[in-house]
């Protein structure tokens, strides 16, 4: 009798476990990640990555969020999400902070929380039992991959929607913002050609600026736009100012964080003699957006859409 209930009992859980989708696997890079339930510990690094998790809906399944405080701030929208969770470490966490978080799983990319041959990696961490896996944008540091484009921000959602087993929700999501890009790009007047733009976001002896495999390359394409730095092949990176006047942007994007404001940044350029001459300097054509707007999340669709309407304005 034991015996039939012992099996019984085995029968039901491995219905349960095939009912959930589990065992399942994503790629992550160039990994394949299998898991066999949903993580219950997480941890995601910077604003961005976690904005992900919180319009999944995961936050019941999250044990803190890491790499904010220490040069961003939470705005509104993202505090109220995080309001129960810790931020465990305000920089990029250590090996220590995420054991003592008992964490099962880390959200984070290359740059985003990790670096290349530091001491938080998948493989570092692969012996504690914690999962990882890499934002999409950030895998150029580690492989080949195609340009930046909308699908590296809609395969994080869907991957995550797997791992989580809220696949539906996932879906959902994506299939919203898909159809929301769709419907507003539908509206906008006709473009005679791309509008050329460049991103700034920090430095003033050389500029840090997103490059082809950074997500602003795909937001500006979505708008109607090019990015000047479309054959940098890297994502973020520090060039030097000459392309950037040879190449007369007629819009400059500003990305908005740390402690050199987006008016300073501004500022900087408007009052050096040397860009004097840049189409975008000349005529005042600045667009500011968000860190948590111009790096891979949720806010990327209102990102193109206020792009679109200051490239057309």
Known sequence: MRLVLAMAALAAASSTALAAGYPVTVQSCNRDVTFESAPQRAVSNDVNLTEMMLALGLTD???????????????????????????????????EVLLGADADFYFAGWNYGMRVGGEVTPETLAEFDIAVYELTESCIHIMDKPKASMDDLYSDLLNLGAIFDVADRATALVGGYKQELADFQATLPLLEAPVPVFVYDSGEDKPFTAGRFAIPTALIEAAGGVNIMDDVQSSWVEIGWEPVIERNPEVI?????????????????????????????????????????????????????????????
Not at 64 to 87: C, F, H, N
Not at 292 to 297: D, I, R, Y
């Open 253 to 313: 994007v500003i990305v908005n964080y740390g402690e050199v404001t987006a008016e300073q940044k501004i500022d900087f350029m408007k009052s050096n003699p040397a860009f004097a001459s840049i189409p975008a300097v000349a005529n005042d054509r600045f667009v500011v957006l968000e860190y948590v707007e111009a790096t891979p999340g949720p806010r990327n669709i209102a990102a193109v859409k206020r792009l679109a309407t200051a490239f057309r304005e």
């Open 61 to 95: 399944h999250m044990a803190g969020y890491t790499g904010v405080s220490s040069w961003k701030t939470l705005d509104e929208t993202l505090r109220e999400g995080v309001a129960e969770l810790p931020e465990l470490s305000p920089e990029y966490p250590s090996k």
